[in-house]
């Protein structure tokens, strides 16, 4: 049978196993070791090579669900979000989670709640009846997360966020280590009158305040209580913050450098700078966190920032997930930090010379 062959009443018939042993000239229990992976030491390299030309000839593709009820495993896993998937702020998350699926011949089916709790707990159900071999539970951004119900009756995975009664492994930034990144791009280019601005009532806030003050606390310095300004997330927090920090301030004793609670923030405080005839970054260096796209690297001056590592949590969630899997056996509940690396651009420079 040749690819695309159609049946007498005109459907598209598959090419089968039989098909491609018969092309290959080879036995059927040859080409099913070839696709079960137990190949090596049954087969010459040549006769493999022999059954993989033939495949590709017909187009043959193992039948997935065949394969999965003979391993008891349907090499799918579910992802639900919050608002994941509707932002695309946090798709690298998604990206990384379905890429590193794909590489190991698994799908992701995704559901997104819309940060509701009885949509959560109906999609765990709902990818529970469709036997997923597993689950990732991902947030936006970094919380405590409820466990929705169901999750703990499959093999499961948290991603930017924390289970609030600590019973799944989770994978989250280490958002304390990036505030002192953030800081310290600012200490090592000589500043030390240092402001941060911006944030809001939530973790992530929290730890990267307390890396700010970790940063400054290593040179014998301390934050201004003035400078630490929170200020909210958005552009217009930004504004406000630089503006209280900067604004009829002599230039002695302002801050040289200013840390922003994400890529928005230091939006804001640019636009302050400007509208206060400061050059970013020959009168104040500024530093943005998150690294959003279509955004950081487009402002003026492009945003010197520190990424949030969307992409290697999902990843890495995946691969714990498959591991369990593989393995049998549910991983340890532990919650493994990934770091936040450094994206250097334009907007720091050393500090003014008096």
């Known amino acids: 049978m040749s690819r695309g062959e159609k049946s007498q009443d005109g459907e598209v018939v598959r090419p089968t196993s039989r098909d491609v042993a018969r092309l290959a000239g080879v036995s059927h229990t040859a080409v099913s070791f ?22 590709a000839q017909l187009g043959y593709r193992p039948n997935a669900v065949a394969r999965g009820l003979r391993r008891r495993r349907t090499a799918v896993i579910g992802l639900v979000t919050d608002e994941i998937a509707t932002s695309p702020f946090a798709g690298r998350l998604l990206r990384g989670a379905m890429d590193t699926a794909w590489s190991r011949e698994h799908l992701v089916l995704t559901v997104d709640s819309g940060t509701d709790p009885d949509t959560e707990d109906a999609a765990i159900a709902e990818l529970l009846d469709r036997r997923v071999d597993g689950i990732i539970y991902a947030a936006l951004s970094l919380r405590r997360a409820r466990v929705p119900v169901g999750l703990h009756r499959t093999f ?56 700010f003050r970790d940063a400054l606390r290593a040179v014998g310095s301390t934050a201004h209580r003035e400078w630490i300004v929170r200020s909210g997330g958005e552009i217009s927090s930004g504004y406000e913050g630089a503006m209280r920090v900067l604004q009829g ?67 890495t969630a995946v691969r714990l997930l498959l591991e369990a899997i593989e393995s049998g056996t549910a991983p340890p509940a532990v919650t493994r930090k990934l770091e936040c690396p450094v994206v250097t651009r334009g907007s720091v420079a050393p500090v003014p010379s008096p």
Do not use: W
């Open 249 to 315: 301030v002599p230039a002695d004793r302002r801050p040289t450098g200013i840390v922003c609670y994400n890529d928005r923030v230091a939006a804001g405080v640019l636009h302050a700078a400007a509208r206060l005839g400061l050059d970013v970054p020959a009168d104040l260096s500024v530093v943005g966190y998150d690294d959003q796209e279509h955004m950081a690297a487009h402002l003026s001056p492009p945003l010197t920032t520190i990424a949030l590592p969307h992409r290697a949590m999902g990843e």
């Open 34 to 55: 070839v696709f079960n992976g137990r190949a090596q030491g049954n087969l010459s390299a040549e006769t493999q090579e022999k059954i993989r030309r033939a495949a």
């Open 156 to 211: 499961a995975v948290l991603a930017n966020c924390h289970p609030e009664d600590g019973s799944l492994p989770a994978v989250i930034p280490a958002e304390r280590a990036g505030g002192r990144s953030a800081a310290r791009l600012l200490l090592e280019a000589g500043h030390r009158r240092v402001a941060l601005v911006g944030g809001l009532d939530d973790i992530a806030s929290a730890e990267r305040l307390r890396g």
